[in-house]
């Protein structure tokens, strides 16, 4: 079956101007994970959703980053104002259930803030 | 606090060799998984192996093995006849039973020589 997708693949925007980032789940993976992964570092923590309770927002970096779920499917990272610090491979992961274990990754957007 | 450390950053191996990756992890809880990924050039970030932490034998997957010491918190991953595709980044992760939060180490970039 397909597995995670995420669009777009590289995107390259103007500081200060606000970027959009989707992310497709496996269907029926109620797990929802953003991650952000910078040159050398490993994978940061950004947000998690499970099914139709709150988010967990404890990793997004700043109020510029905010994400959104839409119908307990595909998800929406958003930045506003960006910064060059904000440059970074932003991955998605799905799981059938937080209780799985086991993480399914897209192949993550680069995002150069010029 | 739950840390993930992968103490070498890039690594080189002969094709057909056998090549290990050291991971070693601090906790005080006693149920957890512990996992090994790869993240080649693709970027699609891929499980190769788990383990959990209450099960004394090590896992294996085809070419794959892991070390785990859990007394000296040291989880590490041996791969065997080393093929070229087998080139990429490895990073060892960390999650406890009763969460659905991932600590991941910062990885080690793994080159495969012909």
């Known amino acids: 079956g397909a597995g995670v997708s995420q669009s777009p693949s590289n995107k390259v925007t103007e500081k200060g101007k606000d970027v959009e980032l989707r992310c497709d789940p496996i269907?029926?993976?109620?797990?929802l994970y953003w991650y952000r992964q910078s040159l050398g570092q490993g994978l940061e923590f950004l947000i998690y959703?499970?099914?139709?309770?709150?988010?967990?927002k404890s990793g997004l970096p700043s109020d510029r980053f905010s994400a959104e779920r839409t119908g307990g499917s595909v998800s929406t990272l958003t930045i506003q104002r960006t910064q060059q610090e904000d440059s970074a491979v932003y991955l998605c992961?799905?799981?059938?259930?937080?209780?799985?274990?086991?993480?399914?990754f897209g192949p993550g957007t680069r995002l150069t803030v010029t | 606090a739950q840390t993930v450390t992968q103490s070498q950053p890039e690594m080189s191996v002969q094709e057909a060799e056998t090549v290990t990756l050291s991971c070693t992890y601090d906790?005080?809880?006693?149920?957890?998984?512990l996992f090994w990924y790869k993240q080649p050039p693709s970027r699609q970030m891929i499980l190769v192996i788990r383990?959990?932490?209450?099960?004394?034998q090590n896992a294996t997957e085809n070419r794959f093995s892991v070390n785990f010491q859990k007394a000296a918190k040291s989880f590490s991953l041996k791969i065997s006849d080393s093929q070229l595709g087998d080139t990429a980044m490895y990073f060892c992760?960390?999650?406890?039973?009763?969460?659905?939060?991932?600590?991941f180490g910062t990885g080690t970039r793994l080159k495969v020589l012909a």
């Open positions: 992961a799905s799981s059938p259930t937080w209780t799985h274990y086991e993480q399914y």
């Open positions: 269907s029926g993976h109620t797990a």
């Open positions: 959703f499970q099914g139709n309770s709150a988010p967990d």
């Open positions: 906790t005080s809880e006693s149920n957890y998984y």
């Open positions: 383990q959990e932490a209450y099960k004394q």
């Open positions: 992760a960390y999650t406890t039973s009763g969460t659905y939060k991932y600590i």
